[in-house]
């Protein structure tokens, strides 16, 4: 961000700024367009660098800040968007969204305003699916304009008429698009399992593991079950999903047999939901989220690129790139 905008930022701490108080929530939302916390920091900072570039009485025309801001971010965010798929396909491994930790939280309101209030209240969201990692996978699926129109609507609340203003399209086609993406996601996750319930099922997979119990292992996951690892070229995973129980089982004990002294197995929340941190060697080496579904443990994403890990390791020194 530039200094002026930082200087800001300093001072909405205290509230002394409304313009940059909406930082958060703009993050926020970058963060569900994008499935990355950088580009959604880096495409925050563009907003505001944007802002300040006007002058004082170009800002002071301006009736809703919150709302120019979420717009021009949004904008930035569809930019990104439509030339990450290019990157995305050089990308080595599996390309999958950053996990958060769990003290991330954000706001679930229409940005510039105090409440969200859907077309339909049929079609929400709730903060906790928003930001859930198989919902972010699902995400990456859809077409640029599809993934924003189902984010604005269904996370934030926008109406469809705004939305239309800020894609360039018009109402009926961001209506359109909302559709084919919700149906999307339905037809791709199955409903979650409640939140005591994965709790139970990552803290049952965690002891499995340390024990590295296969049987166990095996009856925790589902038959189908897919396990997919993001290494991003920099440190050691393998590169394709494995599929089925028995192969998950079996390639994550050999994991744990193959890491002298040991891997340390650690209950967190991420993304608002029940997971995994894994260190080597006091190292965070890994973060583990999890999609469960009748009781048993449906996929697995586990975050290996350190680049992407940065949340979770502050003050750590860089992870090994095996273990």
């Not at 990692?133 to 699902?138: G, Q, S, Y």
């Amino acid at each position: 961000m530039t200094d002026h905008a930082t200087t800001h930022h300093d001072e909405s701490d205290g509230g002394l700024d409304p313009v940059i108080g909406e930082r958060r929530q703009l993050v926020g939302l970058a963060y569900r367009l994008l499935g990355s916390l950088t580009e959604a920091e880096d495409a925050v900072q563009e907003t505001y660098t944007r802002w300040y570039a006007m002058s004082r009485r170009q800002q002071d025309t301006i009736a809703s800040p919150g709302a120019w801001l979420a717009t021009v971010a949004t904008r930035v965010c569809l930019d990104i968007l439509r030339s990450a798929r290019v990157r995305r396909e050089r990308y080595v491994g599996a390309w999958l969204p950053e996990p958060l930790p769990e003290q991330t939280t954000w706001g679930n309101r229409h940005p510039g305003t105090t409440t969200t209030n859907p077309t339909d209240p049929a079609d929400h969201v709730t903060l906790d699916e928003s930001v859930s990692m198989a919902f972010l996978v699902v995400l990456e699926s859809m077409t640029p304009a599809q993934r924003v129109a189902l984010v604005l609507h269904d996370v934030f609340g926008y109406p469809f008429a705004d939305i239309a203003r800020i894609t360039g399209r018009t109402p009926a086609a961001c209506r359109e698009l909302a559709s084919t993406a919700r149906r999307r996601v339905r037809g791709s996750l199955p409903p979650q399992a409640p939140a005591a319930h994965q709790a139970r099922a990552v803290r049952d997979f965690k002891q499995a593991w340390d024990a590295q119990d296969i049987n166990a292992l095996v009856g925790l996951l589902a038959p189908g079950a897919t396990f997919t690892v993001d290494g991003g070229g920099v440190v050691a995973a393998v590169p394709y999903p494995i599929q089925g129980s028995e192969g998950i089982a079996r390639y994550l004990t050999d994991l744990a047999r193959r890491a002298p002294g040991g891997l340390t197995l650690a209950e967190r929340a991420v993304n608002h939901q029940a997971g995994l941190l894994i260190e080597y060697a006091g190292v965070t080496v890994a973060v583990y989220a999890f999609n469960i579904a009748d009781r048993r443990i449906t996929h697995i994403w586990a975050m290996r690129n350190p680049d992407k890990l940065r949340p979770w390791t502050t003050g750590s020194s860089a992870a090994p790139h095996a273990f």
